[in-house]
Nanobody, 126 residues
Framework: QVQLVESGGGLVPPGDSLRLSCKAS????????MAWFRQAPGMQREFVAG????????YYSNSVKGRFTMSRVNAENAVYLQMNSLKPEDTAVYFC???????????????????WGRGTQVTVSA
Protein backbone atom coordinates (compact mmCIF):
# COMPACT_ATOMS: atom_id res chain seq x y z
CA GLN A 1 0.00 0.00 0.00
CA VAL A 2 1.23 3.48 -0.85
CA GLN A 3 -0.02 6.74 0.64
CA LEU A 4 0.65 10.06 -1.06
CA VAL A 5 0.47 13.54 0.43
CA GLU A 6 0.79 16.66 -1.69
CA SER A 7 1.68 20.14 -0.53
CA GLY A 8 2.81 23.49 -1.90
CA GLY A 9 -0.26 24.80 -3.69
CA GLY A 10 -1.48 28.36 -3.38
CA LEU A 11 -2.64 31.56 -5.07
CA VAL A 12 -0.10 33.33 -7.27
CA PRO A 13 -0.24 35.98 -10.01
CA PRO A 14 0.45 35.09 -13.65
CA GLY A 15 4.14 34.67 -14.39
CA ASP A 16 4.98 33.53 -10.89
CA SER A 17 6.32 30.16 -9.73
CA LEU A 18 5.27 27.42 -7.33
CA ARG A 19 6.87 24.16 -6.22
CA LEU A 20 4.63 21.23 -5.36
CA SER A 21 5.79 18.33 -3.22
CA CYS A 22 4.50 14.79 -2.94
CA LYS A 23 5.70 12.53 -0.16
CA ALA A 24 5.05 8.79 -0.36
CA SER A 25 4.85 6.27 2.43
CA UNK A 26 5.27 2.56 1.92
CA UNK A 27 8.04 0.50 0.45
CA UNK A 28 9.72 0.15 -2.91
CA UNK A 29 9.34 3.81 -3.87
CA UNK A 30 12.14 3.46 -6.40
CA UNK A 31 10.05 0.92 -8.34
CA UNK A 32 6.99 3.16 -8.60
CA UNK A 33 5.96 5.14 -11.63
CA MET A 34 5.21 8.62 -10.29
CA ALA A 35 3.16 11.27 -12.00
CA TRP A 36 1.35 14.55 -11.61
CA PHE A 37 -2.16 15.11 -12.94
CA ARG A 38 -4.44 18.11 -12.64
CA GLN A 39 -8.14 18.75 -12.81
CA ALA A 40 -9.79 22.09 -13.42
CA PRO A 41 -13.46 22.69 -12.52
CA GLY A 42 -15.77 20.98 -14.99
CA MET A 43 -12.84 19.36 -16.81
CA GLN A 44 -11.44 15.86 -16.97
CA ARG A 45 -8.30 15.00 -15.07
CA GLU A 46 -5.30 15.54 -17.33
CA PHE A 47 -1.73 14.31 -17.32
CA VAL A 48 0.96 16.86 -16.44
CA ALA A 49 4.22 14.93 -16.00
CA GLY A 50 5.39 11.40 -15.26
CA UNK A 51 8.49 9.33 -14.65
CA UNK A 52 8.82 5.55 -14.38
CA UNK A 53 12.02 5.54 -12.34
CA UNK A 54 15.14 7.57 -11.69
CA UNK A 55 17.38 7.77 -14.71
CA UNK A 56 14.53 7.40 -17.18
CA UNK A 57 13.04 10.18 -19.23
CA UNK A 58 10.38 12.34 -17.63
CA TYR A 59 7.41 13.02 -19.89
CA TYR A 60 5.38 16.22 -19.97
CA SER A 61 2.14 17.34 -21.53
CA ASN A 62 2.55 19.84 -24.33
CA SER A 63 0.76 22.48 -22.29
CA VAL A 64 3.46 22.54 -19.59
CA LYS A 65 6.58 21.50 -21.48
CA GLY A 66 9.36 24.02 -21.00
CA ARG A 67 7.68 25.60 -17.96
CA PHE A 68 7.28 22.71 -15.50
CA THR A 69 9.97 20.35 -14.23
CA MET A 70 9.31 17.13 -12.37
CA SER A 71 12.00 15.63 -10.18
CA ARG A 72 12.14 12.63 -7.87
CA VAL A 73 14.36 11.97 -4.88
CA ASN A 74 14.24 8.30 -3.97
CA ALA A 75 16.10 8.88 -0.71
CA GLU A 76 13.22 11.14 0.39
CA ASN A 77 10.40 9.04 -1.11
CA ALA A 78 9.35 12.24 -2.81
CA VAL A 79 8.61 13.85 -6.12
CA TYR A 80 8.44 17.54 -6.86
CA LEU A 81 6.87 19.69 -9.53
CA GLN A 82 8.56 23.02 -10.17
CA MET A 83 6.11 25.25 -12.01
CA ASN A 84 7.41 28.42 -13.64
CA SER A 85 5.78 31.10 -15.78
CA LEU A 86 2.38 30.13 -14.45
CA LYS A 87 -0.69 31.02 -16.48
CA PRO A 88 -4.35 31.36 -15.45
CA GLU A 89 -5.08 28.17 -17.42
CA ASP A 90 -2.81 26.28 -15.03
CA THR A 91 -5.40 26.79 -12.31
CA ALA A 92 -6.50 23.36 -11.09
CA VAL A 93 -6.27 20.84 -8.31
CA TYR A 94 -2.97 19.02 -8.73
CA PHE A 95 -2.77 15.34 -7.83
CA CYS A 96 0.21 13.10 -7.23
CA UNK A 97 -0.21 9.53 -8.48
CA UNK A 98 1.76 6.30 -8.21
CA UNK A 99 1.54 3.01 -10.02
CA UNK A 100 3.42 -0.23 -10.41
CA UNK A 101 4.72 -1.89 -13.56
CA UNK A 102 3.42 0.70 -16.00
CA UNK A 103 4.56 0.31 -19.55
CA UNK A 104 5.99 3.37 -21.21
CA UNK A 105 2.96 4.06 -23.37
CA UNK A 106 0.64 4.17 -20.34
CA UNK A 107 2.48 6.77 -18.26
CA UNK A 108 -0.03 9.44 -19.25
CA UNK A 109 -3.15 7.38 -18.53
CA UNK A 110 -4.78 8.10 -15.17
CA UNK A 111 -6.53 4.71 -15.16
CA UNK A 112 -3.15 2.97 -14.84
CA UNK A 113 -2.37 4.51 -11.44
CA UNK A 114 -3.44 2.71 -8.30
CA UNK A 115 -2.54 5.31 -5.69
CA TRP A 116 -3.59 8.95 -5.49
CA GLY A 117 -3.09 11.84 -3.16
CA ARG A 118 -5.93 14.13 -2.13
CA GLY A 119 -4.67 16.99 -4.24
CA THR A 120 -3.49 20.54 -3.70
CA GLN A 121 -5.13 23.64 -5.17
CA VAL A 122 -3.16 25.89 -7.49
CA THR A 123 -4.80 29.18 -8.47
CA VAL A 124 -3.16 31.58 -10.91
CA SER A 125 -4.90 34.93 -10.91
CA ALA A 126 -4.10 38.62 -10.84
Amino acid sequence: QVQLVESGGGLVPPGDSLRLSCKASGDSFNTLTMAWFRQAPGMQREFVAGNRRSGETTYYSNSVKGRFTMSRVNAENAVYLQMNSLKPEDTAVYFCAAGRRLILSSVGQSSQYSYWGRGTQVTVSA
